[in-house]
């Protein structure tokens, strides 16, 4: 799935069991991988064993979970780092299964005294334990009578949940018991548009694994009417299901066994509702060209909503094959996975379309289905047919996602060596999508934004197409081809199809500068990641609550996914990386991984120089939470590097003793630019020492910033640098440039470094042209000018104005307003031109109302460059009738991305009642689509008549929002980011505090309100030391 939110420097997230992911490793996996009949499939055990990959509790019923308490869990996985395989837990706790027991991979440094003092350790709590012990036991512990035995020294019995029919219901997990594999469904859906309900059937056959008497699946707001069951050949009889709605699970239970082996047939009639929220099998609406309102009907299913359209084995892991049928009425087409293979006409004069069989196994989550008033254009490329669907007025803004689609489908085919599998690709522009895009498995769904290009757009406007249908294509291979065998390891599919993204546009259309793009990106990444709340890559698989699975969808995932990719790209040699991940298609397609498949598969292709295994070095990035700060420094030739966590978080946390390999890249003086100038270290250790040659008389490490860390090089250090900096700018290549900037004010948010230093960095901007280094710095200044404008300080803000304004002066003074054909010069000059109309720099807005004011002309409106859209639109929307034309405009444009760009503009007004007005209509989603709310309370919290405003709105509105956006949901973390991020008083936080604590069970506990707490005492930190040095040197 793709993230609306793209274009936002955003970040988000929440406080999970991180740590649990240092547990021993997976007796589960390793016996579904042994187990030849159904691969992904544990072949042990019974019924009573949940589908676990990647953890050794095996949870047996009557046995609780033997869990470890923080502190320890979090001492483990510390060691465990350290390369140290003390205590092995797992084999005390499922002693049965320890033939089965992986051993942990041989460590590259082992430290036999500090294992020593853990056993040591371990020996004294046993002893102070056993005598804690004796003192609490009752007294007649150790009478001749003993003590009376309760019910507690036997196993306990399971506590079965109430079905809603009061009867207990048979199961008592969250998670499917893996006694039952479904092999094929067969669904039959009738939707009414008209009265927005739907009909249907499902079979599915299933296979018996275990000796089971129930059969336990999804199904969420199903009203089931008939259920039948077959066991092999004998007479299909009517059954009872039972259902437990906060888990959204039902169940058949049966007197006998059903046996391992059996096939049987389950068939299910039900009906429902057409979901009015943008998930399931929802109905939307849209205006066409005639201004008639017309409906569609469509489904999202990612993650968990395949089960509010038809009941099924709703988890990743659980692939099998769909037939899928649908009615409709005659004006309607209908779309789903694979080829159409048939239509009948039905006695009701309806016609049913039927689909074929899909050719492969799939996970539930990519069964997509469409019925909709469409039209489309196709191409064939190579043996696919791939066609973009659109509603009948916009066919003519296809063409270039058609191109796009069929180049990039050639380019995935030939690097991952492993051809699409399907006949047909469809991409669908859908009028009413919450997400970017998904990719379900040949019928990709978009918005209309992030498909459709027309005319008069603006190559940034391609730049999104291509970047999102880039994206959705990887997923076809990474996600559908090999799928995450539960939501912990999501970052398999996001990393990868983010990773990609930038990747396969490098080559395939270079001329869009993806490599700008994706350095912003890990920018990002580290934001988000520098925070306490943040969790890791690879989280622990005992995640199961819906609000937990939506979070997983985040900028870790993604971006800092994408980013651990590229740094491993960028350490091994040549060509190794790509067969390392031929290998690793071509060993789990059809089926399942987990993270350490993939790290098996890169290792078998290659080692790392110091003898670092791939696996070993990428466990620890992949297990931790955060990423490292490493500090240089460089005398007569000897270098000293330390790592250290990056940790913004002024409270006491819980991985501050991680240590990672780092593969640490750096060039100096006499070699800086080129490729080939980059040297290599694998820093495994606290501490290291490098020689390098004496005349060295600077280094720049982290070339081209592809690594995961940031690099502090001390007083000495950074002056050497900024002073190469204003000497030779061209020393550097742009991209380390924009590291520095970046590294600098990380710093400086740590407290490392002060505010005249970055200062002092920022001097040499005036010498600077290249786009990635000055909208790093613009957007670092920007998020300063954002804080310190929402406090009371009148006068600071606007020295601060006048700094920003005077850096970037002479070069705003030199872009010109007309048409503009370099992407990366349009990205540059509509980041500047937004700053410094924002901050009403009169040259600016001056010439953004000239180009609005001919755009209006009635006798000869002019076009304005896409690219300006946006600050030409904002600025006129600061007066009344600017304001009011656009309103007007935005009930006239059919093109969505200039929709978007009046709306951004709308909601950025100062005017209050307006930005009431304004939100309001968004919450009610008649006006304006609800699908853009978290955009307008986004755009309204950056200034200053709004931000108050906003908050105040979200909260009195929680309700209803959280109704439209689940919670967990990517809008609601956005929602919660961006109304709280600019606050930084005391009053505030208790305020934020205060909200989310009292919302109870309307409120999860999300790691997105843990973020916003600790960014706002952050910036409470930045401003209480900054703002003297500020006050001084602005
Ligand atoms: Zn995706």
Not at 528 to 556: I, W
Request: proline share 5%; glycine share 4%; hydrophobic share 35%.
């Amino acid at each position: 799935m793709e993230d609306p939110f793209d274009s936002e420097r955003a970040s988000l997230p929440r406080n999970m069991i991180e740590n649990s992911m240092f547990e021993e490793e997976p007796d589960v996996v390793d016996l579904a991988k042994d187990s030849t009949a159904f691969p992904g499939f544990p072949a042990l055990d019974p019924d009573e064993v949940v589908y676990e990959p990647r953890s050794s509790r095996l949870l047996v019923r009557g046995l609780g979970e033997n869990d470890l308490d923080d502190e320890e869990e979090d001492y483990e996985s510390s060691a465990r780092l350290l390369g140290m395989s003390f205590m092995n837990r797992s084999s005390a706790r499922s002693p049965s299964s320890s033939p089965y027991t992986r051993q942990a991979p041989p460590r590259s440094c082992s430290c036999p005294s500090t294992r020593k003092l853990v056993v040591g350790v371990f020996i004294l709590v046993l002893v102070s334990s056993m005598a804690m012990a004796l003192y609490f036991l009752p007294g007649c512990t150790f009478t001749k009578a003993g003590c009376h035995k309760d019910n507690s020294s036997t196993p306990i019995e399971p506590v079965y949940p109430n079905s809603t029919t009061g009867e207990p219901f048979p199961w008592n997990e969250p998670r499917l018991p893996a006694s039952v594999r479904p092999v094929n469904y067969n669904l039959s859906l009738t939707p009414n548009l008209t009265s927005k309900t739907f009909t249907g059937r499902t079979v599915i056959n299933m296979m018996i694994q275990h000796d089971t008497k129930r059969v336990v699946l999804h199904s969420s707001d199903l009203n089931i009417t008939k259920a039948t069951f077959q066991v092999g050949k004998d007479k299909s009889v009517e059954v009872k299901v039972l259902e437990y709605k906060p888990w959204q699970l039902i169940a058949v239970s049966f007197p006998e066994d059903l046996k391992a082996g059996q096939v049987c047939v389950l068939t299910l009639e039900y009906k429902a509702n057409l979901s009015n929220t943008y998930d399931g099998f929802y109905n939307s609406s849209y205006n066409d060209v005639t201004g008639a309102k017309r409906v569609l009907a469509a489904t999202q299913f990612e993650p968990q909503a395949a089960r509010k359209a038809f009941p099924c084995f709703d988890e990743p892991a659980f692939k099998a094959t769909f037939l899928v049928r649908i009615t409709r009425e005659p004006e309607y087409i209908t779309l789903s996975n694979m080829p159409k293979a048939k239509t009948t006409t039905l006695p009701s004069g309806l016609l049913e379309d039927e689909f074929e069989q899909t050719s492969v196994n799939m996970s539930t989550y990519l069964v997509a289905f469409i019925v909709a008033n469409f039209t489309s254009v196709s191409r064939n490329v190579s043996n696919t047919l791939v066609s973009v669907y659109s509603v009948a007025e916009k066919k003519e803004h296809t063409h270039y996602a058609l191109d796009a689609a069929s180049k990039l489908l050639q380019f995935y085919n030939t690097i991952f060596d492993v051809d699409y599998p399907l006949r047909k690709l469809d991409l669908v522009a859908i009028p009413d999508f919450l997400a970017g895009a998904m990719e379900n498995w040949g019928l990709i769904t978009f918005r209309e934004t992030t498909l459709l290009v027309g005319n008069q757009s603006s190559p940034l406007d391609k730049q999104l197409v291509a970047n999102v249908v880039a994206h959705e294509l990887a997923h076809q291979w990474f996600g559908n081809l090999v799928t995450m065998r539960w939501w912990n390891d999501l970052w398999l599919s996001e990393g990868f199809a983010t990773y990609w993204q930038y990747t396969s546009l490098t080559t395939v259309f270079p001329q869009l500068y993806p490599g700008d793009e994706f350095l912003e990106v890990r920018f990002k990444a580290m934001a988000k990641d520098s925070l306490n709340s943040t969790h890791s890559v690879s989280v622990s698989s005992q995640m199961t609550s819906p609000e937990d699975v939506l979070e997983m969808f985040d900028s870790v995932t993604y971006e800092k996914g994408a980013s651990l990719l590229l740094m491993l790209n960028s350490t091994l040699p040549d060509g190794q990386f790509r067969k390392g991940l031929i290998e690793y298609l071509n060993k789990y397609r059809g089926s399942n991984s987990v993270t350490d498949d993939l790290w098996n598969s890169l290792t078998q292709a290659q080692v790392l120089p110091q003898q670092e295994s791939v696996s070993d070095m990428m466990r620890t990035w992949t297990l931790q939470k955060g990423f490292p700060l490493v500090t240089v420094s460089c005398k007569d030739g000897q270098v000293n590097l330390t790592q250290e966590p990056f940790l913004l978080s002024r409270e006491n946390t819980t991985h501050t003793s991680s240590l990672w390999h780092i593969p640490v890249s750096y060039v100096n003086d006499s070699c800086s630019q080129a490729p080939s100038c980059r040297q290599l270290f694998v820093l495994r250790n606290k501490t290291a020492t490098l020689k390098v040659s004496d005349s060295v008389k600077w280094l720049k490490l982290n070339y081209m910033n592809t690594g995961f860390y940031i690099v502090h090089y001390g007083v000495e250090g950074w002056a050497a640098l900024i002073n190469t900096l204003k000497t030779d700018i061209s020393s550097f290549t742009a991209h380390d440039r924009a590291s520095l900037i970046h590294n600098m004010f990380a710093l400086s948010r740590l407290g490392r470094v002060s505010f005249p230093q970055v200062l002092s960095l920022l001097g040499y901007l005036t010498k600077e042209t290249e786009t990635a280094p000055l909208k790093e710095a613009l957007s670092q200044l920007s998020s300063v000018y954002r804080l310190l404008d929402k406090r009371p300080d009148p006068y600071l803000v606007s020295r601060m104005k006048g700094y920003i304004l005077n850096l970037f002066g002479p070069l705003i003074n030199s872009l010109d307003w007309g048409e503009e054909q370099s992407v990366s010069r349009q990205e540059l000059r509509s980041a500047l031109f937004e700053m410094a109309c924002g901050l009403g720099q009169e040259n600016c807005t001056d010439q953004a109302k000239v180009l609005y004011d001919q755009r209006t002309n009635s006798t000869q409106p002019k076009i304005i460059p896409g690219d300006l859209e946006r600050v030409v639109f904002s600025v006129a929307a600061q007066s009344d009738s600017g304001w009011l034309s656009l309103l007007e405009a935005y009930g006239h444009t059919t093109y969505d991305s200039e929709k978007r760009k009046i709306l951004q503009a709308l909601a950025s007004t100062q005017d209050t009642r307006r930005i009431v007005w304004i939100l309001n209509a968004g919450l009610q989603g008649s006006i304006i689509q609800t699908q853009e709310l978290p955009l307008l309370i986004g755009t309204v919290s950056d200034g200053f008549a709004g931000h108050l405003f906003v908050w105040n709105f979200v909260k009195e509105n929680w309700d209803s929002i959280i109704e439209k956006f689940p919670l967990g949901s990517y809008p609601i973390q956005s929602i919660i980011k961006s109304t709280t991020s600019q606050f930084s008083t005391q009053m505030h936080l208790e305020e934020v505090q205060g909200f989310f604590s009292g919302l109870k069970e309307r409120g999860h506990p999300m790691r997105s309100v843990q973020e916003a707490l600790e960014t706002i005492r952050l910036n409470q930190d930045w401003m209480d030391r900054n703002l003297p040095a500020l006050r001084q040197s602005l």
